[in-house]
């Protein structure tokens, strides 16, 4: 009775510490997905894959509560193929836990480590980003990348293009002083004069979805314009004066 006590617990300890150890594997296999979802929001754009682990990778590193990552790789850009490639080590370290409840297990502190490659694809709209398992490599951790800033309109943007608009008696005339305001090779800029006299200026970010129209009446009075986001979605009518002149139906 005495030996067959001691091998039920030998049996017990091990199956305790290997559960610890699956707890932790699970625990690296679901933070893998939720980083692939970070990675793929239901529209991607387009990013260099720096710019993605540094803004949705290490954000997910977290030592004092057992969660390591780190990414290990990465190369290529989001907007054109095969894609940002990038491969994140995942390394759980999980406390030990004393059951509470009936039906509820206890288990030994366990660790785990899991590494994950990720292929972001910019066109790929609404897909999910499934993590492709693959083996740890033994490789130094590089630096960290630094998230370098989004081509955007600048802050003062309308109040840029009222001033253009107030000041511009002709499409050509606008379209200078645009430029002038908005010399950013990112920004585009489209100016026309409508048959009755109504100057229109757009101008926006296209690969950001970043758009800005106005008009100037020939009452000198300078408003802003609404549309429907979708309509400066790729392959619709973009951030151009037709959103005023000829909106979508």
Not at 167 to 180: I, T
Not at 219 to 248: H, K
Request: hydrophobic letters at 40%; charged letters at 20%.
């Amino acid at each position: 009775m005495v030996l067959a006590l001691g091998v039920a617990l030998v049996v017990t300890s091990c199956s305790t510490a290997s559960k610890g150890d699956a707890v932790a594997a699970d625990r690296a296999e679901a933070l893998a997905e939720q980083i692939g979802a970070d990675l793929a929001p239901p529209v991607i754009r387009t990013r260099d894959a720096g710019w993605l682990v540094a803004t949705h990778v290490v954000r997910r590193d977290d030592p004092g509560a057992g969660v390591h990552v780190d990414a290990l790789r990465w190369s290529g850009s989001s907007g054109t193929a095969p894609g940002a490639q990038i491969d994140v080590r995942i390394r759980i370290e999980e406390p030990s836990h004393s059951a509470t409840t009936i039906g509820e297990a206890s288990y030994e502190a366990g660790s785990a480590t899991r590494c994950f490659h990720y292929d972001v694809v910019g066109y790929q709209f609404h897909d999910t980003l499934v993590p492709k398992e693959i083996s740890c490599p033994a490789v130094t951790v590089p630096p960290t990348p630094t998230a370098t800033a989004l081509p955007a309109l600048p802050d003062d943007a309308e109040a840029l293009v009222d001033t253009a608009l107030t000041a511009s008696s002709s499409s050509g005339d606008l379209r200078v002083a645009l430029r002038a305001a908005f010399p950013q090779s990112f920004v585009t800029i489209d100016t026309t004069r409508t048959d009755d006299g109504v100057l229109v200026a757009a101008v926006g970010v296209p690969e950001e979805r970043d758009c800005l129209v106005a008009v100037r009446g020939t009452d000198g009075v300078v408003q802003r314009i609404s549309f429907d986001p979708v309509w400066i979605e790729p392959g619709e009518t973009g951030c151009v004066t037709a959103l005023y002149t000829n909106p979508p139906s």
